[in-house]
């Protein structure tokens, strides 16, 4: 049985054992089978379900974070009199492949506050931002590097520990 199912399958019968089949008690059942699961993911052939899940939570953690933290970053540039906007476009190396990833990693830098997707380099290698607010190009590319690292972790690609992108193909 897949484990996505199974850790479901855990949850029902949870719920079922509490007597209350209710949002609380399968999410609380899907919360002790996931424990389950990662503790005996071996076993039960469950490590890429527990990577994925908590690389997933990992990524929003992160994702939720930066929104935070850039909304209020906006807010000061707003709020001052004269503020040093640094309007940015820089061209970001990327290492995620695939039509997903490189989806998701475009619309979660867009819907990060001061920046905004431009598009993708004809060979889907750069994906070119627009940054406001950043002291410098190597600080709009580390922001937008560290997500696609996390998405890396997420999808299972390769160079996901990689500390450089590597150059894109000619």
Do not use: C, K, Q
């Not at 996390?150 to 990689?162: C, H, I, Q, V």
């Amino acid at each position: 049985m897949r484990s996505a199912g199974f850790n479901l399958l855990l949850a029902l019968v949870w719920a079922l054992f509490l007597g209350e089949v209710s949002l609380r008690s399968l999410a609380l059942g899907f919360l002790i089978g996931f424990v389950i699961l990662a503790l005996f993911r071996r076993a039960l052939g469950a490590t890429p379900y527990v990577r994925s899940v908590l690389g997933a939570l990992a990524l929003t953690g992160y994702f939720l974070w930066e929104l935070v933290r850039a909304n209020l970053h906006m807010a000061l540039l707003a709020l001052r009199a004269h503020p040093r906007l640094n309007p940015l476009i820089v061209g970001v190396p990327l290492r995620l492949e695939g039509d997903v990833p490189l989806t998701l990693l475009a619309s979660l830098t867009g819907l990060l506050p001061g920046t905004v997707a431009l598009g993708f380099s004809p060979d889907r290698r750069v994906l070119y931002v627009h940054a406001l607010g950043m002291d410098d190009a190597r600080a709009a590319r580390a922001s937008v590097l560290a997500v696609e690292r996390r998405l890396l972790r997420l999808t299972g690609g390769s160079g996901a520990e990689e500390a450089t992108p590597r150059p894109p193909r000619r």
